[in-house]
């Protein structure tokens, strides 16, 4: 088990490098993007918008979610199991990693 | 061209079969619970919650999109695209299914 | 239930609008491209060599069959279900093109 | 770049863990029973039979394709990459892993 250390403003895995201003800013923008989509679908469904224009609709919404989704693992990836690598805590860190992409892959 | 016939409340396309009340919000609730969890994972981001934790939820929302998605596709064929063949629209009304179907495909 | 009409060379289904010889020839190429990958990726696995490079051939093999399955796909909605829906089967057939479907996108 | 050791009986890379002669023979196992199913198409398309039973055997062989995939994914990240992690070659093994699970995302 990796250690989670514990910081003023909350748990902060141990293996984790943290996020950047930029980061969290560029993650939570796509994300609050991804909310209006969502939000913007409910009410084509309530509109009784036709189903075909609502598909299209969740289709872009998937293909968003999934690029933030492989952004944050490869970030993931290259910073986090990364450092693991470097601190030993390598083996383990991988396990999660193929955990989470076994996950994806179902 | 399918024609889309005007009603007082907005377009309804022709070959839509209105969705009930209940449909509505069996659909609009879920989607408000994707929406919330969406909420969830950029309170993540911005807390540095572990990216792996952050990948789990982002795969449960796509499971529970895919799911939404399944389900609006298969009324529409079930409900819309039976009532165009009835009414001799099948074959334009198929085309559309088809191309939402590659869309998803992609 | 949709009649299958016996044929001298086998069952033909009712609704099926038989391939053409290029058609069977375009597909039957392509099939045994595939096969021959499959071979291909049998002697990677016997000779050890390095999984990455097996799994870079088996993705490829994937989008191969991918692009297959969607050409069949396709053909078939344009060709018989599109013949069904003249015919009056098309209720019918396009049930069987939406389990087809719900099977892929498991 | 990783080094790649010569072998005698040819390359075998330098983060590799050889498979066993029961790993190989499992995995050529699963491939033969894939390349079974291939050829069983192609004839199925000669035999112009029904496309949704063509289109359900293709499904059924891109699940049998992924399953392998996956075991050899996690096989690879469970041994080699582990390997490469305690070799100091973690990090680009790492990179590796990742760009293959980037193609299958696709």
């Keep these: 088990m990796i250690p989670v250390t514990q910081y003023e403003d909350g748990n902060i895995h141990a293996n984790m490098v943290p996020r950047t201003e930029e980061e969290i800013e560029s993650i939570v923008k796509r994300l ?8 913007g679908v ?5 509109d009784n918008r036709y189903c075909i224009d609502i598909l ?3 289709s872009a919404i998937q293909a ?19 450092k693991a690598i470097r601190e030993g ?5 991988l396990r999660e990693l193929m955990d989470v992409i076994k996950q994806f892959a179902k």
């Design 56 to 58: 299209v609709q969740i």
């Design 89 to 93: 805590n390598g083996e383990e860190s």
């Design 32 to 39: 609050k993007r991804i909310e209006g989509q969502v939000r």
């Design 42 to 46: 409910q009410k084509m469904v309530e």
């Design 64 to 82: 968003a979610l999934n690029k933030v989704g492989l952004n944050l693992l490869e970030r993931h990836a290259n910073h986090c199991v990364a």
